[in-house]
């Protein structure tokens, strides 16, 4: 069954840019794009005229006005529109069993605004499969073109197998704009307890703690890199948290992408520390792509 990249619209200025995002994407990628606007009619009990038909019509107006938007802005691109009766976290979900990723839109960024991903957002991101990717207006704005070249950051974390899912949709990404790939890996200095002899055995092997992570990315990188030899590839090892050195280098991206290990809290699904700080504050489109 074919692939197809998937974009929420529900009519405001942060998911059309989010259409308008995958739709570039779909072009980079030579994929088809399907729109999804979800839509429920459910009746509430306050003295105001309920028409299920005059609301349809307006959930068949927004995606159609969004579908007309970019067929003429991106003429010859494979483009479908659907109307799920659900809600959006449901109805976006229920699409991933074609979708190469699913692009939502996010309102903004920074120390305040930053928290305006939504509650959908974060459900989607939460549960979702594939991979994510969410888009402020200003990342995706109307017939923006994508910068030539550029550069998609990237986190590894741990060993080669842990973020392989992560660097996959980096390397693919990269491959599909022309773009290079920087990898990140951030560490910190092990806690007291884990200096005994055999624990350090291998950093003491590699010649210390920074050889040691340098080689655990080098490691990481060395299936991709021969995978995508076409793709130029920088290597960032800094000490510090995950969160705060990704965020300190992709200022320049064209997209930040992290990984999200499956997990689950007490009031459910969870993002993770290092993608919640990366959705909140990086001044770029993100991809979220879960793995493990």
């Given amino acids: 069954m074919g692939r197809e990249i998937v974009a929420g619209v529900d009519g405001s200025p942060e998911s059309l840019a989010a259409a308008d995002w995958a739709a570039r994407e779909a072009r980079h990628r030579r994929l088809p794009l399907r729109l999804v606007h979800a839509w429920r009619w459910e009746p ?12 349809g019509q307006v959930a068949d ?3 159609r006005e969004a579908s007309s938007a970019l067929a003429e802005r991106y003429p010859g691109l494979a483009l479908t529109g659907e109307v799920l009766t659900d809600t959006p976290v449901t109805a976006l979900l229920s699409t991933e069993e074609r979708a190469e990723m699913l692009v939502i839109g996010s309102r903004g960024y920074g120390a305040v605004a930053g928290f305006l991903l939504g509650s959908y957002g974060q459900q989607i991101i939460a549960a979702a499969t594939r991979p994510v990717v969410a888009v402020r207006s200003r990342d995706g704005e109307a017939g923006r073109p994508d910068p030539a070249g550029g550069e998609i950051v990237v986190g590894q974390l741990g060993g080669a197998e842990d973020s392989e899912p992560a660097l996959r949709f980096a390397f693919e990404t990269a491959a599909a ?6 990898a990140v890996r951030a560490w910190s200095l092990p806690p007291l307890y884990a200096y005994g002899q055999v624990a350090m055995a291998p950093v003491d092997e590699a010649g210390g703690l920074v050889p040691y992570e ?25 000490m510090g948290s995950a969160g705060q050195v990704l965020l300190s280098v992709s200022g320049g991206a064209q997209l930040l992408v992290v990984g999200r290990r499956a997990r689950r809290g007490a009031i459910g699904p969870r993002i993770g520390s290092v993608a919640h700080a990366a959705l909140h504050l990086a001044p770029c489109p993100v991809a979220v792509v879960p793995q493990g």
């Fill in 44 to 55: 509430i009990e306050i003295p105001l005229e309920q028409d299920r038909e005059s609301q």
């Fill in 61 to 63: 107006t927004v995606l």
């Fill in 177 to 182: 704009r022309g773009a290079s790939v920087r």
């Fill in 214 to 238: 340098e080689k655990a990315l080098r490691d990481a990188l060395a299936p991709w890199r021969e995978r995508f030899p076409e793709v130029r590839v920088d290597e960032h090892v800094e």
